[in-house]
């Protein structure tokens, strides 16, 4: 009668252990394929090595799992799941079967009945056995899907969700990813979108978008609020003619705003020719650190039918600068003024040329980035350069027409 001193246990009959020797002498697998469960007619059994078979073998199955125990190394877990439908009688003794149908393990265990479902209490027994060898280097497991039934257990160890973490890092194959999993797996390894590739689009942050860097950021209306927030708000104008120590303000000294500056020459004066209109450059500066910057704005070119002059150069400290228009020349065209630094815009040139007749005509002056130069005086209704800025003066056709024109003085305009 089973009671507390009963011993139960789980041993290699002698084919197997003869088998287990062979396949750790030779390196070859020991396939282990069956386990079957008996009721030894009632009695008590005790496992003897020298075992061919069960007493009273009641069903024999295929494994549906063999594994080695994670806590020790030297045993094997054998599992078969036997269905509901199946029973009617008490299991008392469990066998191992090898892919040649030799029993190499037995074991006893405690009487259990399985119940089949006609008896009204059907259930799902898993038979479990633990058994102790020398290696498990070579045992194999060697199933059909199709024929054997899992445990909840198994299934779920089988099932285990992803995390976001681990579907975005893509390298564990053991686990299963939902809708959401895959989506995510998906966006984190989408190209990001250019204005030629399609592809997902960040929303940028506020300061991200304030740093006006990064061209795969989405802005949205607040996003944008805030960029406009800072927006320049502020503009200094030098259009007099002079030199000056202009003081950089506190944000763009401290790297948080950049300025949009833009630099004028003088426009050349007039005489027999128009003055050529002076250079434009224009950028967006940088001024973090900077304490002052030196100013100067180029005067305009002084009219002279004998000595007319170019207009002066424009700069904004070492960042930018413009050149002056040249003055007018009766023999023909003058040069335009230059930009060096930002995006540089050239004043226009003119010439003294000749009408059909051989007169002299249109002597007028050269055009600045803001104005057109000084109308010619070859009637008196001409309009001289002065005041309009960088713009080349008017000239004349000859020495009987009313005086030529001086040119523009130079600008510089900063923006913050």
């Known amino acids: 009668m089973t009671d507390q001193n009963t011993q139960f246990m789980a041993i290699l009959t002698a084919v197997g252990e003869a088998k287990q020797a062979n396949a750790n002498a030779l390196g070859i697998p020991w396939i282990i394929t069956q386990m079957g469960v008996g009721d030894a007619n009632g009695t008590e059994p005790t496992p003897n090595r020298l075992q061919t078979s069960l007493i009273n073998e009641r069903r024999r199955a295929p494994l549906n799992q063999l594994k080695v125990?994670?806590?020790?190394?030297?045993?094997?877990?054998?599992?078969?799941?036997?269905?509901?439908?199946?029973?009617?009688?008490?299991?008392r003794e469990i066998g191992l079967y090898d892919e040649d149908g030799d029993l190499v393990a037995v074991a006893n265990c405690p009487p259990t009945f399985k119940p089949e479902l006609s008896q009204g209490s059907g259930r799902t027994q898993v038979v479990r056995l633990n058994i102790l060898v020398s290696s498990t280097e070579n045992?194999?497991?060697?199933?059909?899907?199709?024929?054997?039934?899992?445990?909840?257990?198994?299934?779920?160890?089988?099932?285990?969700?992803?995390?976001?973490?681990?579907?975005e890092a893509g390298e564990d194959n053991s686990k299963v990813a939902t809708i959401l999993r895959v989506f995510q797996s998906i966006r984190s390894v989408a190209a990001n979108a250019t204005e030629t590739l399609r592809g997902t689009l960040r929303i940028a942050s506020a300061p991200e978008a304030k740093q006006l860097t990064a061209g795969d950021l989405a802005i949205t209306p607040v996003t944008l609020g805030a960029v406009l927030s800072d927006v320049a708000q502020n503009i200094a104008v030098f259009d007099a003619a002079g030199t000056y120590n202009w003081q950089v303000p506190e944000i763009l000294k401290?790297?948080?705003?950049?300025?949009?500056?833009?630099?004028?020459?003088?426009?050349?004066?007039?005489?027999?020719?128009?003055?050529?209109?002076?250079?434009?450059?224009?950028?967006?500066?940088?001024?973090?650190?900077?304490?002052?910057?030196?100013?100067?704005?180029?005067?305009?070119?002084?009219?002279?039918l004998t000595a007319p002059t170019a207009g002066g150069t424009s700069s904004f400290g070492t960042f930018l600068s413009a050149t002056g228009g040249v003055e007018g020349n009766a023999a023909g065209p003058t040069s335009n003024g230059r930009s060096t630094g930002g995006v540089g815009v050239g004043g226009l040139f003119n010439f003294r040329g000749e009408d059909a007749a051989g007169a002299n005509a249109t002597p007028s002056g050269g055009a600045s980035f803001w104005s057109p130069g000084g109308i010619n005086a070859f009637t008196t209704t001409h309009v001289a350069g002065v005041g309009r800025y960088g713009a080349g003066g008017g000239g004349v056709a000859s020495s009987g027409s009313p005086s030529a024109s001086g040119g523009g003085q130079g600008l510089v305009i900063i923006k913050w």
Not at 76 to 87: D, R
Not at 139 to 163: E, F, H, M
Request: net charge negative; proline share 3%; aromatic share 6%.
């Open 254 to 304: 401290s790297g948080k705003r950049k300025a949009w500056v833009a630099v004028t020459g003088g426009g050349g004066g007039g005489a027999y020719g128009g003055g050529a209109g002076g250079g434009t450059a224009i950028g967006l500066i940088d001024l973090a650190g900077e304490e002052f910057v030196t100013v100067t704005v180029g005067a305009s070119g002084e009219r002279s």
């Open 139 to 167: 045992i194999q497991l060697k199933i059909d899907p199709s024929v054997v039934l899992a445990t909840r257990g198994y299934v779920d160890a089988l099932t285990v969700r992803a995390s976001q973490k681990d579907a």
């Open 69 to 91: 125990d994670p806590d020790n190394e030297a045993i094997i877990i054998a599992e078969q799941v036997i269905p509901e439908n199946v029973g009617g009688w008490w299991i």
